[in-house]
């Protein structure tokens, strides 16, 4: 878990092809040879529910979980998406993850990566191995008891209402928060409409969430910077972060220049106000 955070800005990583380079489901699926069988099955279910049943088609042909944790550490990353994330870190933002690919997944991605601690939390679908070994993807939303209501995602996952839900927590907690989205797909464009005007959204450019931003950009409410690899993306981010904190130490400058200003107001006029006594003291004392 991250280390409390000393400003007010969260950063939310999409995962698939944003923390890393590929989609990690369509990663597991071809390096272990069932490109095929996923390609026939896909247009017969949710995507959520077809990743569960290719886990199942994997366990029953012999595959462990350990030779799918081998696949998943040799995911490609570029470069430069580690120290991005390092340095948003130690400059005091909170960081979470906002995906939907599954805690089995991220968590061993990001603990082979060595950045596991940087998140203080991880929204995705559950991922849980079970007595004999297969590993079961269920989905974040249980849409098989009720819909979560967003016609714009799918039924497992509406990102949108995951970020509501954090900035409601925002709100509890009286703090004046702005947050940093970074995404690539179309579930990310849901959650870029319930930004707000002091957030940014990071789009990575000519990918799905791009292109729909882009037919119509006023629907955005936040400031929109898009990036192109992982070497833009800690360029872009840092950027955003330092000018945040850099407004953030002005706006308190001018806070504490009216303060002082406002003190020294009340100072001069309790030093004044002994004085009128005493001046009507003086002639008095010269009468005698």
Known sequence: MAAKTNNNIVVVFDFDKTIIDVDSDNW???ELGFTALFDQLLPTMPWNSLMDLMMKELHDHGKTIE??????????????????????????????????????????????LGISEYFSEINTNPGLVDEQGRLKISPYHDFTKSSHGCSRCPPNMCKGLIIERIQASFSKE???????????????????????????MMPRKDFPVWDLI???????????????????????????????????EEEEEEKDKILSSDHCKISVGIAHEPLLPLARQVPLKLVK
């Open 28 to 30: 597991v699926v071809d």
């Open 67 to 112: 030779e799918i944790k081998q696949v998943l550490r040799r995911i490609p990353i570029h470069p430069r998406v580690i120290p991005a994330i390092k340095s948003a870190h130690a400059l005091g933002c909170e960081l979470r993850i906002v995906s939907d690919a599954n805690t089995f997944f991220i968590e061993t991605i990001v603990e082979h």
């Open 174 to 200: 009286g703090s004046k928060t702005r947050m940093i989205y970074l995404g690539d797909g179309a579930g990310d464009y849901c959650p870029s409409l319930k930004l707000k005007a002091q957030d940014y």
């Open 214 to 248: 882009s037919q119509n950009p006023t629907l955005v409410k936040a400031a929109v910077r898009d990036w192109t690899d992982g070497e833009a993306m800690e360029s872009i981010l840092m950027g955003i972060i330092n000018d945040v904190i850099s407004s953030d």
